[in-house]
């Protein structure tokens, strides 16, 4: 198969099913009920970059394609789950068949080489589609295949892999774990250094389950009348853009903050001066309740009585949510931001997860809110970026889609400065007023900053 659309000829073979390269139980596991919500019921697309100078590892001519290829089957057989398909028990409860069916995989050649693609190796990434290729019936939630990967060959003898996983199996973190097992099987390893553990039970409501915290994420505080209030945008009047902060421009926006809050991490800032941006250029008026939500990781050192396990890669997040009104929000120094952040990053305990399953069971599974909301993750550290297949590390490794959530990336730039950027996906006029936004605030002077507002 060709396709142009791209400016770029992508030549594809018919998909195939890579079953695990050996005997697998046939059984079924139950997700968990962090797992099993209606807003992780979607696919985490992610993508990675190899030149073709990027060290060898021993590999001399081999096939990126082959090598990739085979390894994926022998991973499957400790990540086997992977291989099933999912079905909706009572209650619409998610479970695992573990059928050894196997994941789709894509072989494809691209006419173009890496540094023709220029600074577009993250987010937003315009030939997506061609690299990643939504095989026809592959999508659904359930009776699909879990996960597709597509290897596209470059003409400078590099390739680019990309991964689209069913995200109820695993978060970001997991899907991590599993490429980078995928990885070290590629380069000679007879197991994974991380062998992975299932153990979803630690997850699941308790018995009987009981909301024992308040919980912002799935709360729709305004009328349902408002919640159609956004007016519907025509694609071709979007944007998707990335932001770009080097170490100069994460040290200015620290410089805005209270001394209070200049230790607060990279992420942290970040986010409370994007949020207070964005939500200035939408100006959705000053008595209108604006949100930001975060993800929080569990694997943390902060929620060991959680008991999860080095190598479980299942979902292990919650949604931290602060709420505020625009008016407010834009009206005071950024440090309430900051502090708003702050505050509700540290009520998420170890009883609030639990007490978000349990809920998960009481009320049908809810979507989090996103009227109003600005939805954020981290996405610097999730693994992706140190997987070598055998050829190095990837130049870019991590999200391939930006849009539904703002993730911070860890990505260098055009000049060769290591830095974050953000992507966000706004309407074109919005974009532009954002842009502005940011720009003053990272231009201003801290004493000038805190002086004019």
């Known amino acids: 198969m060709a396709s142009p659309a791209a400016g770029f000829t992508v030549r594809r073979r018919k998909p195939e099913l890579v079953p695990p390269a ?13 797992d099993d919500q209606d807003g992780i019921r979607s696919f985490v697309p992610i993508i990675q970059y190899y030149p073709s100078s990027g060290g ?7 096939d990126p394609v082959e090598v990739i290829r085979d390894a994926l089957a022998r991973a499957l057989v400790f990540y086997y789950p992977l291989a099933g398909r999912l079905r909706e028990a009572a209650g619409r409860k998610l479970v695992v068949e573990c059928t050894g069916e196997g994941v789709i995989f894509v072989e494809a050649d691209a006419d173009v080489r890496l540094e023709q693609l220029g600074n577009a190796l993250h987010p937003p990434i315009p030939y997506l589609s061609e690299v990643l290729h939504n095989v026809p019936g592959s999508d659904g939630i359930l009776h699909c295949p879990l996960l597709l990967m597509q290897v596209t060959r470059l003409r400078c003898g590099g390739f680019i892999v990309a991964t689209r996983l069913n995200h109820t199996m695993a978060d970001g973190a997991g899907l991590g774990q599993f490429m980078l097992a995928v990885s070290e099987l590629a380069r000679g390893a007879a197991a994974p250094s991380v062998l ?5 039970e630690l997850l699941e409501a308790r018995n009987p389950p009981r909301i024992t915290c308040f919980h912002r994420e799935y709360e729709h505080t305004r009328p349902p009348d408002s919640e159609g209030e956004a007016v519907a945008v025509p694609p071709e009047d979007m944007e998707h853009r990335s932001f770009f902060f080097g170490r100069k421009g994460i040290a200015t926006l620290r410089r805005l903050m209270p001394p209070n809050l200049r230790d607060s991490s990279t992420f942290e800032i970040l986010t409370a001066c994007l949020w207070r941006c964005r939500t200035a250029a939408i100006n959705p008026g000053a008595d209108k309740e604006v949100r930001l939500m975060f993800i929080v990781n569990a694997r943390s050192k902060r929620y060991t009585s959680l008991g999860l396990p080095p190598g479980y890669y299942g979902n292990a997040i919650a949604y931290a949510v602060a709420i505020t009104t625009a008016g407010e ?11 708003l952040l702050r505050k509700v ?19 049908g599974r809810p979507h989090y809110v996103t009227a109003g909301a600005y939805l954020v993750s981290d996405a610097t550290r999730t693994g992706l970026e140190n997987v070598d297949y055998g050829w190095g590390k990837p130049l870019y490794g991590g999200p391939a889609y930006g849009r539904v959530a703002s993730f911070h ?14 992507p966000h996906y706004l309407p074109r006029s919005t974009m532009n007023r954002f842009a502005m936004e940011l720009e ?3 231009k201003e002077e801290p004493r000038g900053r805190r002086s004019s507002l």
Do not use: F
């Open 56 to 62: 060898g590892g021993g590999k001399g001519d081999r």
């Open 345 to 363: 990053k540290a009520e998420v305990s170890n009883e609030y997860i639990r007490s978000v399953a349990d809920l998960m069971v009481l009320r």
């Open 329 to 339: 929000l834009c009206a005071r120094p950024v440090g309430y931001a900051l502090e």
């Open 440 to 442: 003053k605030l990272i």
């Open 22 to 34: 050996g005997p697998t139980p046939h059984e079924l596991k139950r997700l968990s009920d962090i």
């Open 196 to 200: 992975p553990v299932w153990a979803r």
């Open 409 to 422: 990336l860890a990505v260098r730039n055009r000049e060769g400065e290591d830095g974050i950027a953000v």
